[in-house]
Nanobody, 120 residues
Framework: QVQLVESGGGLVQPGGSLRLSCAVSGRILSINVMGWYRQAPGKQRELVATITSGGSTNYADSVKGRFTISRDNAKNTVYLQMNSLKPEDTAVYYC??????????????WGQGTQVTVSS
């Protein structure tokens, strides 16, 4: 019922920028924490950034100062603005959300992932 659809991934050169979007759809009452995670080949999935419903943010040290997470609650969408991209940022990026559904249940959902490749 609840779906998370990511967009905005692609191939960029080092130093470039990308903006990822993740739209949550379905019978939603509200969304609590939303976040972005990434997984590089052969590596564990790691947290990139999170944002609460009130706008409080948290970032991995590796992206702090370069990435900005934001959300549009009216659109049930979370964004990740990625600047000064480095090759080590290459990974599949996944969005995540804790959702209160209209049927009165609270569940965590993952998006399908979008590939970000930083290469010259």
């Amino acid at each position: 019922q609840v779906q998370l659809v990511e967009s905005g991934g692609g191939l960029v050169q080092p130093g470039g920028s990308l903006r990822l979007s993740c739209a949550v759809s379905g019978r939603i009452l509200s969304i609590n924490v939303m976040g972005w995670y990434r997984q590089a080949p052969g590596k564990q999935r790691e947290l990139v950034a999170t944002i609460t419903s009130g706008g409080s943010t948290n970032y991995a040290d590796s992206v702090k100062g370069r990435f900005t997470i934001s959300r549009d609650n009216a659109k049930n969408t979370v964004y990740l603005q990625m600047n000064s991209l480095k090759p080590e940022d290459t990974a599949v990026y996944y969005c995540n959300a804790d959702v209160w559904e209209l049927i009165n249940r609270y569940r965590n959902y993952w998006g399908q992932g979008t590939q970000v490749t930083v290469s010259s």
